[in-house]
């Protein structure tokens, strides 16, 4: 019922000579949040990369495999990088706005890519994209005032915002809790919850809680192999290797 | 006991070294001041004000109008600031974000090579080599013009402009380039609308460093700018000579009489001098720490 978003097929990643992803194969569903969880340096932030090919600007990295986005191959000679960017979205582990105002940093995409017309279409599609972060109450008054000036959950949710404005179809979030409180955290995995009914959420997070309140799939990494991948309830519940068991309940990582 | 007072004694020998040597340092500057007030002071009095800010510079018939020279100074720096600033952030630009890691490794110790060519050797440069170009591509009787003294002094600030303006592209923190890049930008689009406005008070500071080292150059812009005392107020200006503050007080004060009106008025063009650097320097510092309290650079 949900129809297929990436499709990977048998990814190794390398910096160098150092093979950083082995053999990973898997799908991400449409419309539904995919957990990434795993002990820090396994590889998960680089799988993350690797779908918008933010990796691209790493000198000496390298890809094999396929990485299908609605059945394209996004490797293939000939994409545009940009146009894919576009279209899969990010979300940094430190909330990054741009040292503008509020307006500006959510205006940066459409103006960048001429997505509006004229000033109103503008201010309409950024009013849209900060209610869509659930930002426009606290912003609204004041939408030039200067975005570092902002809390940092709402910051992070400004980048969120910032990302929706260019209306992508995958949101890929690298830890975007990490930097924030519990509060800020549980406005954010609310928002999650929100946003996964018009976007495809792929969260990559070191916090297992985390990925079993928000997830509908849940991947678990280590050194670089997928071990296991499966609907986050069975995963945590009933997990079919060792190795995830030990993890989730403490005995590994 | 001998002991635990030699460490102390050493401390104390340092301390104070340090110590007379920044406080003597603050000394000399503020002895310069005062030589300067009590040399150009009284020229204000000697001359009438009407005088003295007037439009014609003929200290032989008592003629102290020092507009042209301001003006000339003027023309010349903005002009050369015009100039280098573009220059400048393209070629800081270029080295800090597209050249290639090997190409940058050269670049950089290069331009600051440039940063140590005496100012009498590109003044000599100037004469010899720009102004002949100057003056044919102009079709003017003369090469050594207000342009000519611009260019030079162009020269001569890029080198600060493109290492400080790279320093602040360089403070720009990666994840800025990130998320313009992950926002669909392309890297040009990232550089210009992300990176360099994120960099900005760093630009504005190159910029006035560049021009506090035009402003106060002598040697070169005397060797090139033809060094006539006239109103640079036509539109042309700039293709004719021009004299700037620093020339007038380099050229005349080997021929003056120590005391003397004239003497005094040369003191006096460097307490002009002095105040336009002081306040250009002043609105450098508060454009930076305005920007600095709204947090943040548009
Ligand atoms: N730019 C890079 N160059 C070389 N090695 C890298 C780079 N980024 C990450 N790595 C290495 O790749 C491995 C996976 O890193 P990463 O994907 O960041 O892990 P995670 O996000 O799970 O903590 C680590 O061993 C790390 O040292
Ligand atoms: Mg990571």
């Given at each position: 019922m949900h129809t297929i978003k990436f499709s990977l097929e048998h990814?190794?990643?390398?910096?160098?000579?150092?093979?950083?992803?082995?053999?990973i194969s898997m799908t991400i569903l449409d419309r539904q949040i995919t957990a990434l969880i795993g002990p820090s340096g396994c590889g998960k932030s680089t799988f993350l990369r690797c779908l918008n090919r933010m990796n691209d600007t790493i000198p000496g990295a390298r890809l094999?495999?396929?990485?299908?986005?609605?059945?394209?191959?996004i490797y293939a000679p000939g994409v545009d990088v940009v146009n894919l960017r576009r279209r899969v979205g990010m979300v940094f582990q430190r909330p990054n706005p741009f040292p503008q105002s509020v307006f500006d940093n959510v205006a940066f995409g459409p103006r960048v890519l001429g997505l509006t017309r004229n000033k109103d279409e503008l201010y309409w599609l950024v009013e849209q994209s900060l209610r869509g972060a659930a930002l426009w109450d606290e912003v609204k008054d004041n939408l030039k005032q200067d975005a570092l000036s902002l809390s940092l959950g709402q910051q992070q949710r400004l980048c969120i915002a910032r990302a929706i404005a260019v209306s992508p179809e995958v949101i890929l979030m690298d830890e975007p809790c990490s930097a924030l409180d519990p509060i800020a955290t549980l406005e954010i995995e609310e928002l999650m919850r929100q946003l996964k009914?018009?976007?495809?959420?792929?969260?990559?997070?070191?916090?297992?809680?985390q990925a079993a309140r928000v997830s509908d799939w849940t991947g678990f990494f280590w050194l670089g192999k997928l071990v296991e991948f499966d609907e986050t309830q069975s995963v945590f519940t009933r997990p079919s290797q060792k190795l995830t068991e030990d993890y989730i309940t403490g005995r590994a990582g | 006991m001998e002991q635990m007072r030699r460490p102390r004694l050493g401390e104390f020998v340092i301390e104070?070294?340090?110590?007379?040597?920044?406080?003597s340092s603050i000394g000399f500057v503020v002895l310069i001041f005062f030589f300067l007030l009590r040399e150009g002071v009284p020229v204000f009095f000697e001359v009438e004000l009407t005088n003295l800010f007037s439009t014609r510079w003929y200290p032989t018939f008592g003629l102290f109008g020092t507009l042209p020279l301001i003006l000339g100074s003027a023309l010349v720096t903005l002009s050369a600031i015009a100039i280098a600033l573009p220059l400048g952030v393209v070629t800081a630009v270029f080295v800090r974000e597209v050249a290639p890691h090997w190409a940058?490794?050269?670049?950089?110790?290069?331009?600051?090579?440039?940063?140590?060519?005496?100012?009498?050797?590109?003044?000599?440069?100037?004469?010899?080599?720009?102004?002949?170009?100057?003056?044919?591509?102009?079709g003017m009787p003369t090469g050594l013009t207000a342009l000519t003294g611009a260019l030079i002094l162009a020269y001569m600030s890029l080198p600060t402009i493109i290492s400080v303006a790279e320093d602040a592209l360089d403070a720009v923190p990666k994840s800025y380039r990130d998320a313009g890049l992950a926002l669909g930008a392309t890297q040009w689009q990232t550089i210009w609308r992300v990176v360099v406005p994120a960099a900005r008070s760093g630009i504005v500071t190159a910029v006035m460093l560049g021009m506090g080292r035009a402003i106060g150059e002598t040697m070169a812009v005397m060797m090139v700018t033809g060094n006539a005392a006239r109103m640079p107020l036509t539109l042309d200006s700039l293709f004719r000579?021009?004299?700037?503050?620093?020339?007038?007080?380099?050229?005349?004060?080997?021929?003056?009489?120590?005391?003397?009106?004239?003497?005094h008025a040369l003191f006096g063009i460097g307490i002009i001098l002095f105040v336009i650097t002081f306040i250009l320097n002043l609105t450098a510092a508060a454009t930076i720490f305005k920007k600095r309290r709204r947090g943040g650079l548009r």
């Amino acid at each position: 019922m949900h129809t297929i978003k990436f499709s990977l097929e048998h990814i190794y990643f390398y910096y160098g000579k150092y093979m950083a992803l082995s053999d990973i194969s898997m799908t991400i569903l449409d419309r539904q949040i995919t957990a990434l969880i795993g002990p820090s340096g396994c590889g998960k932030s680089t799988f993350l990369r690797c779908l918008n090919r933010m990796n691209d600007t790493i000198p000496g990295a390298r890809l094999e495999g396929r990485v299908l986005l609605d059945n394209q191959d996004i490797y293939a000679p000939g994409v545009d990088v940009v146009n894919l960017r576009r279209r899969v979205g990010m979300v940094f582990q430190r909330p990054n706005p741009f040292p503008q105002s509020v307006f500006d940093n959510v205006a940066f995409g459409p103006r960048v890519l001429g997505l509006t017309r004229n000033k109103d279409e503008l201010y309409w599609l950024v009013e849209q994209s900060l209610r869509g972060a659930a930002l426009w109450d606290e912003v609204k008054d004041n939408l030039k005032q200067d975005a570092l000036s902002l809390s940092l959950g709402q910051q992070q949710r400004l980048c969120i915002a910032r990302a929706i404005a260019v209306s992508p179809e995958v949101i890929l979030m690298d830890e975007p809790c990490s930097a924030l409180d519990p509060i800020a955290t549980l406005e954010i995995e609310e928002l999650m919850r929100q946003l996964k009914e018009q976007y495809c959420i792929v969260i990559v997070t070191h916090n297992m809680q985390q990925a079993a309140r928000v997830s509908d799939w849940t991947g678990f990494f280590w050194l670089g192999k997928l071990v296991e991948f499966d609907e986050t309830q069975s995963v945590f519940t009933r997990p079919s290797q060792k190795l995830t068991e030990d993890y989730i309940t403490g005995r590994a990582g | 006991m001998e002991q635990m007072r030699r460490p102390r004694l050493g401390e104390f020998v340092i301390e104070s070294l340090v110590k007379v040597a920044g406080l003597s340092s603050i000394g000399f500057v503020v002895l310069i001041f005062f030589f300067l007030l009590r040399e150009g002071v009284p020229v204000f009095f000697e001359v009438e004000l009407t005088n003295l800010f007037s439009t014609r510079w003929y200290p032989t018939f008592g003629l102290f109008g020092t507009l042209p020279l301001i003006l000339g100074s003027a023309l010349v720096t903005l002009s050369a600031i015009a100039i280098a600033l573009p220059l400048g952030v393209v070629t800081a630009v270029f080295v800090r974000e597209v050249a290639p890691h090997w190409a940058r490794e050269i670049l950089k110790p290069m331009i600051e090579v440039l940063a140590g060519i005496p100012s009498v050797v590109l003044g000599f440069f100037g004469m010899t080599l720009l102004a002949p170009v100057v003056r044919r591509m102009l079709g003017m009787p003369t090469g050594l013009t207000a342009l000519t003294g611009a260019l030079i002094l162009a020269y001569m600030s890029l080198p600060t402009i493109i290492s400080v303006a790279e320093d602040a592209l360089d403070a720009v923190p990666k994840s800025y380039r990130d998320a313009g890049l992950a926002l669909g930008a392309t890297q040009w689009q990232t550089i210009w609308r992300v990176v360099v406005p994120a960099a900005r008070s760093g630009i504005v500071t190159a910029v006035m460093l560049g021009m506090g080292r035009a402003i106060g150059e002598t040697m070169a812009v005397m060797m090139v700018t033809g060094n006539a005392a006239r109103m640079p107020l036509t539109l042309d200006s700039l293709f004719r000579p021009v004299r700037t503050m620093t020339a007038t007080i380099a050229a005349e004060m080997g021929e003056v009489a120590e005391g003397s009106v004239h003497y005094h008025a040369l003191f006096g063009i460097g307490i002009i001098l002095f105040v336009i650097t002081f306040i250009l320097n002043l609105t450098a510092a508060a454009t930076i720490f305005k920007k600095r309290r709204r947090g943040g650079l548009r």
